[in-house]
């Protein structure tokens, strides 16, 4: 028997973790906090008390994944394993409290040793695993895996550094190394034992074998070593805990003795500092050669740990390899690890002897695929000359696979070359290949994330194979899970919802609907609007303390939070707030006082997008500190954007700005978070807002600018934003202040760059298309903002019409649709 799925009990032992009382908590505490952490009770800081509580607690989620184990070997069951270059986990200690039930006795028994559990939380850094979006998806997946009891395993890459700190020192992002690693990650267990072989470089060898076959041999690689990292994910009061794993670069030697005698110390351990760079940062600068080959190393280097993993899990279930896909479901979450399927292909051909054909059968049949994006340019694509001197055989199985995929297109597609050249995984026109059309032709399902999003990629992204197999491609809209988003991270709003309808929206958020009653009971919306003040408050100290910005209360709080990208439009929000500042500077006393938080990264090397951070500040340092303005119009850039940060901005906001340009958002889910904590959204018929609008109804939310097919429409008949920028006079002069200098009198061409790609170049994203209707609508907002008791009986029901919403029925879509797993017995 595996050694993580030994039961948990041995004999008359019992529990290994007594937890039952507060006097037990205390004592493991105590001794965990002696033989563990190494300090006196006596002498021991926050921060010491926080890995004595993560560790009794890790202690228990250990216990009980061994039995969520042994009950998945029991049952035989099929699992499913979710591959992501991110996860964005956020703090644990809370969490994993309230799903195992110990919140209140660990807060108690801290309490009764003089800490505070908030105070000590405050001392876990949060997982640098993750960016945006897409590794917040990832981390409520596995949550509601767990929650639902549903087999499951995570594999991602265990990033020393992450992304990157930023600060914003005079006005302009900075990046600085993430160090969250510097006192140890409390959760995680090391598995030195787990390591596994990663190839690079080298040739392929060509010879017969005794049967007179072809066989072709990856021979001379350089090779890492992957060592795996385990991180319990708990699920919420079911008992059930899966992992994800997380893999970690290591030299497959240390030091070169050779080197070192002969004085040369920095030859000497050069081997581990190229190997250990793998695991280093998420996301290297792609503007260099270096960084994109060290991009692609990196997905490469996580895809083949993580599938020699899943095999050796699986021969150890003494199944055969032609059961795999009875047994083994891959999910691909973008194309970040498609290279899975060509590993696939080699480890089954290479190391285990199939026959081309064979392999082929049991990998499109074990990966699924999910899409995230819409934008052609964002579609992840390599160099075939990199891949050839990086991973010659990978190249050579995806040629192989494209000849026999292009045979099926010719029979399908009789006397259509130009569809050959459309589908093909190779682009030759670049020289490149395609890693969304390897996902898409190597997977048995491909989904996309939003009912918008899935149609449009079948009509555009994927138009030519979807007519080929149009049965492939399926919709599962994306969900956040409501532990962390609303449990967690908003109590006040939890407890009344509690007190009014009961806990079970906890695991079932469609429950929630029963809070719709409530929206027109006096009281109840007088307490909701106490806890959305409470909330408020709680973000104004931390605008003041990260920004030295002081916000009213009594104002509306609009907040854009996300990656900060030219499509999501953060610049679209900064000329309505330069056109409010305006009104105001001309005496137009009839606009209700607003503050305005826009929070994010930018890619280091995405020149624009920072650019649109610094004008940002720009702005904000005229506005905040002109007298006209002051108390009526606020604006503050929150520095280093993340999940913690997240939990406070997100329950403490009015209005959530969702206004990418229509057709570019696959889905989005911070549009979720947002009103599920009772904000009211102002966004464009985009992605998942669509879904929202249709279940908050039109009433309860605030559409603006053009659908994706008006979009698509005016780019046909051509765009010309200098149109709008003349006819619209408040418009005009955001723009013209911008580019004459008057937030940056020290240096008036600063932006000169957003100024050109406003109106020279295109206006890609139909900024100044949609800001008339975008700004009429915010005039609409102000209205709303006024009538409290209407605006508070909109964000109940939005509240109220969430639970669709929830990542518990994306799973569940995910394990009917795509995975065919079933929840543990």
Known sequence: MDQDIQPATSGDEGDLIALDTIDDIKRQLKSYLVHNVGVSPSYASQRDWLYAAAGVVRGLLSEQYMNTALREREQDVRRVYYLSLEYLTGRSLIKNLLDTGLYEKVRQALAELGQDIEAVSEFEYDAALGNGGLGRLAACFLDSLATHSYPG??????????????????????????????????????????????????????????RGQDVRQWVDTEDVIAMAYDVPVSGHDSGVVTKLRLWSARATRDFDLKYFNQGNYIDAVKDKTISENLSKVLYPADTTLMGQELRLMQEYFFVSASLQDILARHNRSGHSLDKLPEKVCIQL??????????????LLIDQYGYSYEKAWDITSHTFNYTNHTLLPEALETWPIAMLEALLPRHLDLIY?????????????????????????LVDDSHRRIRMAHLCVVGSSHVNGVAALHTDLMRINVFADFNRLTPEKFINVTNGVTQRRWLLQSNPGLSS???????????????????????????????????????????????????????????????????????????????????TLYNRLCDGDDDIHPRNVIIAGKSA????????????????????????????????????NYN?????????????????????????????????????L?????????????????????????????????????????????????????????????????????????IYDTLLSHGDHYFLMADFDSYAAVQDQVD????????????????????GTFSSDRSIHDYAKKIWNISSLT
Not at 540 to 546: I, K, N, P, Q
Not at 648 to 677: R, Y
Not at 737 to 753: L, S, V
Not at 786 to 800: E, H, M, P, S, Y
């Open 643 to 679: 999940v913690s940060t997240a939990e406070i901005v997100i329950p403490g906001t009015d209005l959530s700005e969702q206004i990418s340009t229509a057709g570019t958002e696959a889905s989005g889910t911070g549009n979720m978070k947002f009103a599920l904590n009772g904000a």
């Open 400 to 424: 192989k696979i494209n000849f026999a995929f292009l045979q099926q297109v010719k029979i399908h597609f009789p006397g259509q070359p130009d569809i050959l050249s459309r589908l093909s």
């Open 153 to 210: 395993f995570g594999y991602g890459i265990r990033y020393e550094f992450g992304m990157f700190t930023q600060r914003i020192e005079n006005g302009e992002q900075v990046e600085h190394p993430e160090t969250w690693l510097r006192y140890g990650n409390p959760w995680e267990f090391e598995r030195p034992n787990i390591i596994y072989p990663v190839r690079f470089r080298g040739r392929i060898a060509s010879y017969k074998d005794d």
């Open 681 to 753: 959204t102002i966004g464009t018929l985009d992605g998942a807002n669509i879904e929202i609008r249709d279940a908050v109804g039109e009433e309860n939310i605030f559409i603006c600018g053009m659908t994706a097919e008006g979009v698509a429409e005016m780019r046909a008949h051509g765009y010309r934003p200098w149109d709008f920028y003349h006819n619209n006079p408040a418009l005009k002069r955001a723009v013209d202040m911008i580019a004459n200098g008057f937030f940056t009198p020290d240096d008036p061409h600063r932006y000169q760059a």
């Open 333 to 346: 979450n973008d194309t970040h690890p498609s290279l899975a399927i060509p590993e696939l292909m080699r």
């Open 604 to 639: 280091p090397g995405y020149y624009l997008a920072k650019q649109i951070i610094h004008l940002i500040n720009d702005v904000a340092q005229v506005i905040n500190n002109d007298p006209r303005t002051r108390g009526r119009l606020g604006l503050a850039f929150v520095p």
């Open 783 to 802: 209205k709303a903002y006024r009538d409290q008791g209407t605006w508070v009986r909109k964000a109940i029901l939005n509240v109220a019409n969430m």
């Open 496 to 578: 009344l919802i509690t007190e009014a309808i009961g806990d079970r929206w906890r695991t079932d958020l469609l429950a929630i609907k029963e809070l719709e009653k409530f929206a027109d009971d006096t009281g109840f919306r007088d307490r909701f609007a106490a806890v959305k003040r409470a909330n408020k408050v709680r973000l104004a100290a931390l605008v003041e303390t990260r920004c030295g910005v002081r916000f009213s209360h009594d104002s509306l709080f609009d907040s854009q939070v996300k990656r900060i990208h030219e499509y999501k439009r953060q610049l679209l929000n900064l000329l309505h707030v330069i």
